[in-house]
Nanobody, 121 residues
Framework: QVQLVESGGGLVQPGGSLRLSCAAS????????MGWYRQAPGKQRELVAT???????NYADAVKGRFTIVRDNAKNTVYLQMNSLKPEDTAVYFC???????????????WGQGTQVTVSS
């Protein structure tokens, strides 16, 4: 069984910073892409940032220049450094990873439980 455990959310003032972490654990053969998504109240879940195994990154236009995704392949962990936070960044942030659990299985998408990020004065 695979688990993605997120941490690092919280309440921060506009202009502040937060760092989210997500660690994948369990029966893992290999981890492919990892990323972060977010869902604000009344809105659909949207991509924030992704990283390939080779650390090629992709960002939503709304966060470019403010957020940085970094992964540690040895630890099956991905981080999201969020700077210059704005009220519109308020959302539940979800970690996603594409994981193969055994060599013969196809990769599948796994999700964390979500961590709340609130940007407010």
């Amino acid at each position: 069984q695979v688990q993605l455990v997120e941490s690092g959310g919280g309440l921060v003032q506009p202009g502040g910073s937060l760092r989210l972490s997500c660690a994948a654990s369990g029966s893992i053969f290999s981890v492919y892409g990892m990323g972060w998504y977010r869902q604000a109240p009344g809105k659909q879940r949207e991509l924030v940032a992704t990283s390939t195994v080779g650390s090629t990154t992709n960002y939503a236009d709304a966060v470019k220049g403010r957020f940085t995704i970094v992964r540690d392949n040895a630890k099956n962990t991905v981080y999201l450094q969020m700077n210059s936070l704005k009220p519109e960044d308020t959302a539940v942030y979800f970690c996603n990873a594409r994981i193969k659990v055994v060599v013969t299985a196809a990769p599948a998408d796994y999700w964390g439980q979500g961590t709340q990020v609130t940007v407010s004065s």
